[in-house]
């Protein structure tokens, strides 16, 4: 049973909240390894169609790494603490959409872990950055590569060699999070997203997604012809003859996931 996460489930949507409040849900090792864990299992669980991370408490999503992990760690010690699979990459890849759900600071590692999610939809309470620097250190979570692709790389900048917080206003403001709603809303407004998504043939919405991922590495020529290859191969599947049947049949569609 994990110690640090909680996993619980609302009809096709699980998730999963780092649970300690007590640390702002700073992400220790063992934080990383129920997470991974836990997606291990999401992935092939087929009554789950989204999955949502959150952080337990009123005060943080995630406040970064666990800064005490890092005392008197030698290089070595550090590279085996950030060996592969990292978390970050395992859910920027995951075959489901993940959406982080933001209630509170969403610092350093966490904001690294909101950005390898696919939406952000932040609490208007929620504040960001990327602290690091104060450390004496520089993101290690993919934050010098993703914070650019979202927000440009003058914000990025900004963030990254300031270490300043920013609000939830100005967040979506430069294109970190995606939404902002009222502190009280953000699980209700969160689950009507995830539930919309997850209501959807979960075949397509994999495709869609890898789709859309191909865009951060392919240049645009191959990502089309990609895009093209992989429109042509849904004519392939039940969820593709039974959309386009609906429709035409003026009826609601019915999903297999086949
Ligand atoms: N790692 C380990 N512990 C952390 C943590 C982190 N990233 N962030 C917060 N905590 C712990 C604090 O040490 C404190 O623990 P304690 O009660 O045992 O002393 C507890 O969480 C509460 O944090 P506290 O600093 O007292 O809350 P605050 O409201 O005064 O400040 C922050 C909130 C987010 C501004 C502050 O906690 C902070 O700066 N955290 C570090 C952020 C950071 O640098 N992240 C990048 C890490 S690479």
Redesign the pocket.
């Known amino acids: 049973m994990p110690e640090t996460i909680l996993v619980d489930r609302d009809g096709r949507v699980a998730v999963i909240t780092i649970n300690r409040p ?3 849900n ?1 992400l220790s090792q063992q934080v990383r390894d129920e997470v991974l864990a836990a997606l291990g299992e999401l992935e092939h669980d087929d009554a789950v169609g989204v999955v949502v991370v959150t952080g337990a408490g009123e ?2 999503f995630i ?6 992990e890092f005392a008197g760690r030698s290089p070595l010690d550090q590279r085996e603490a950030m060996r592969f699979p990292r978390l970050y990459d395992v859910m920027a890849s995951f075959p489901k959409p993940v959406i982080a759900m933001i209630n509170g ?1 969403c ?3 966490g904001c690294e872990l909101a950005m390898s999610c696919d939406l952000r939809v932040a609490s208007d309470k929620a504040r960001f950055g990327q ?2 620097i ?2 004496g ?1 520089i993101p290690g979570g993919g934050g010098t590569q993703r914070l650019p692709r979202l927000v440009g790389l003058g914000h990025a900048m900004r963030l990254t060699l300031t270490g300043d917080m920013i609000g939830a206003a100005e967040a979506k403001e430069i294109g970190l999070v995606e939404m902002v709603v009222p502190h009280d809303e953000l699980r209700a407004k969160t689950m009507e997203l995830a539930q919309k998504i997850a209501s959807m043939s979960p075949l397509t919405v994999k495709v869609a997604k890898e789709s859309l991922r191909a865009s951060e590495r392919l240049p645009i020529d191959q990502g089309i012809v990609y895009e093209r290859d992989l429109f042509c191969l849904c004519f392939s599947t039940d969820d593709m003859k039974e959309g386009v049947n609906a429709f035409l049949e003026k009826r609601a569609a019915s999903w297999t996931g086949r």
Not at 63 to 68: E, K, P, V, W
């Open positions: 007590d640390k702002l700073a005060k943080a406040a970064g790494a666990d800064i005490s600071f610092l350093g590692g602290p690091e104060k450390l250190l």
